[in-house]
Nanobody, 121 residues
Framework: QVQLVESGGGLVQPGGSLRLSCAAS????????IDWFRQAPGKEREGVSC????????YYADSVKGRFTISRDNAKNTVYLQMNSLKPEDTAVYYC??????????????WGQGTQVTVSS
């Protein structure tokens, strides 16, 4: 069974850090680019980051550039999103999804269930 499971969300104060995990089962994560998306209440879903499976290139939305880092551990079949210097506007449900190897955003076939991140004092 193909499955993506996110974890690592929670409540953190502004300026704090969290590391989200996206663990795959039923398939090899390294065969896919992996996207992180987020969706805040009343807002459209936003692409946050992607890591390519072709050459390991990474991509970030301007809103998170310099604060978030995406990485993958192929031995654990897991992709991570390290989030530092968190701001209240980062509050959202975060989802991971498969993509094509080039992170084109046109092949989000598999999705996780999401993990809530709340940044508040």
């Amino acid at each position: 069974q193909v499955q993506l499971v996110e974890s690592g969300g929670g409540l953190v104060q502004p300026g704090g850090s969290l590391r989200l995990s996206c663990a795959a089962s039923g398939f090899t994560l390294d065969d896919y680019g992996i996207d992180w998306f987020r969706q805040a209440p009343g807002k459209e879903r936003e692409g946050v980051s992607c890591i390519s499976s072709v050459d390991g290139s990474t991509y970030y939305a301007d809103s998170v550039k310099g604060r978030f880092t995406i990485s993958r551990d192929n031995a654990k079949n897991t992709v991570y999103l390290q989030m530092n210097s968190l701001k209240p506007e980062d509050t959202a449900v975060y989802y991971c999804a498969t993509d094509d190897g080039y992170c084109s955003g046109s092949a989000n076939d598999y999705w996780g269930q999401g993990t809530q991140v709340t940044v508040s004092s």
